[in-house]
Every structure is written in structure tokens, then in C-alpha cells.
């Protein structure tokens, strides 16, 4: 079955670069979260989208934005990096706006040196 | 306090044995319960949901849910080598809440 597909799965930027990532949901899903995990951490809710809306806000630091196009893919666009926003980038899709069923992607690895 | 407690281990089982992973949380507007298990370097896997109290069972996994206790627990029977990973648990209020994650349990099942 197909899963949630992210592009790039290794980056590295330097201090001050901005950074793109891409989220592909499974078909038919509707809804896109983007999760950020430190090292030994668990995953932090960034932003999640419902049919190209925004739907919920998490700890997303205002140098970080999103938006969900009309095919239901999802970017996250992060400017003026910095070295703690090294880690490793979740995108996760569901039907629905109903969370407890979200579908997890690989995975970005962000290095910021 | 976090709101939702997870031990990080690690946890280290021989092959065969029963595993039980466990999350107390604080909120007790949670409802509904995921457990997520992650290999390294890859993304979380959903395993179980359960809504409201009670157990679920799916194959050799078992989830219990006491929310009197503010207590959720999975179990792994005939832990197998390939059930090594982290384990996360997750819960949420309503259905259209963030998920909060527990911190992971990192489990080791030697052949």
C-alpha cells in the first residue's frame, strides 16, 4: 500500500539558509501534520492542515511556514536555520480531521552546521 | 511534569517473553490512545487506538487503557527480535486534538 512519501530524506544547510521539505500524504488522505523530533525525544506537533486550510498550530517557531496545495501535498519552508532546528522533520496524514489514525512518513533529517 | 509519563528504558527481554510497556498521563480529558512503535531512523508506525477504557487486542499485542488511574499499558506476547524499537505512546482529547506523545520506551528482545 502506498505511504506517506518525503522528499528530501537528508539535508544539510548551514546557519542563516532556509530549507524546504516536501510531504506527499497517501491518497485520499486529506490531512497533513508535520512533526519535528529532536535526538532521544519524541515527535513535537508543528501545524497541521485539512483541505489546504490550516487546522491546528503547534510549537512552530514564527521562522517556520507551511501550506497544504490542492493536491493535498504539504510544504514546510524554514528560513534563517539555526543549529537547534537540527532534527529529524515527521510528516503524518489521516482522513479526515479524526488524528488518532495519523500515518507516518520517513522522515527528513535536517543538519544545520 | 510532562503530561504524559513514558519509562525510556532501555528494556532488554530474551526472546519469547512478555513485554509490557506503560504511560501514566496527567489530563484526564484524554479519550482516545495510541501506541506508535519506531525503528531507528524511521518514522512512527501506528500500532493499536483504543477509545475510552478497556483492551484491544490485535495478534500478539495487547492494549489496556485504565483512565480511573490515568494508566495505559501494552503488551507484547512471544516478544520476537524484529519487536525491537522504541515504543510511543500517544493520546488525545477529542478526535481533532494534537496528539501528545509520551517520550518513548526503547526495547531490546534478544534472540
Known amino acids: 500500500a502506498a505511504g506517506v512519501i518525503q522528499s528530501p530524506r537528508h539535508l544539510i544547510k548551514e546557519k542563516r539558509e532556509t530549507a524546504t521539505l516536501k510531504c506527499y500524504p497517501i491518497?485520499?488522505?486529506?490531512?497533513v501534520y508535520w512533526y519535528q523530533q529532536g535526538p532521544g525525544q519524541d515527535p513535537q506537533f508543528l501545524i497541521s492542515f485539512y483541505e489546504k486550510m490550516q487546522s491546528d498550530k503547534g510549537s512552530i517557531p514564527d521562522r517556520f511556514s507551511a501550506q497544504q496545495f490542492s493536491d493535498y501535498h504539504s510544504e514546510l519552508n524554514m528560513s534563517s536555520l539555526e543549529l537547534g532546528d537540527s532534527a529529524l522533520y515527521f510528516c503524518a496524514s489521516s482522513l479526515g480531521l479524526s488524528s488518532y489514525e495519523q500515518y507516518f512518513g520517513p522522515g527528513t533529517r535536517l543538519t544545520v552546521t | 511534569q510532562k503530561e504524559v509519563e513514558q519509562d525510556p528504558g532501555p528494556l532488554s527481554v530474551p526472546e519469547g517473553a512478555i513485554v509490557s510497556l506503560n504511560c501514566t498521563y496527567s489530563n484526564s480529558a484524554f479519550q482516545y490512545f495510541m501506541w506508535y512503535r519506531q525503528y531507528s531512523r524511521k518514522g512512527p508506525e501506528l500500532l493499536m487506538y483504543t477509545y475510552s477504557s478497556g483492551n484491544k487486542e490485535d495478534g500478539r499485542f495487547t492494549a489496556q487503557v485504565d483512565k480511573s488511574s490515568k494508566y495505559i499499558s501494552l503488551f507484547i506476547r512471544d516478544s520476537q527480535p524484529s519487536d525491537s524499537a522504541t515504543y510511543l505512546c500517544a493520546m488525545m482529547g477529542t478526535s481533532y486534538d494534537k496528539v501528545i506523545f509520551g517520550p518513548g520506551t526503547s526495547l531490546s528482545v534478544i534472540p
Open positions: 491518497p485520499r488522505h486529506d490531512t
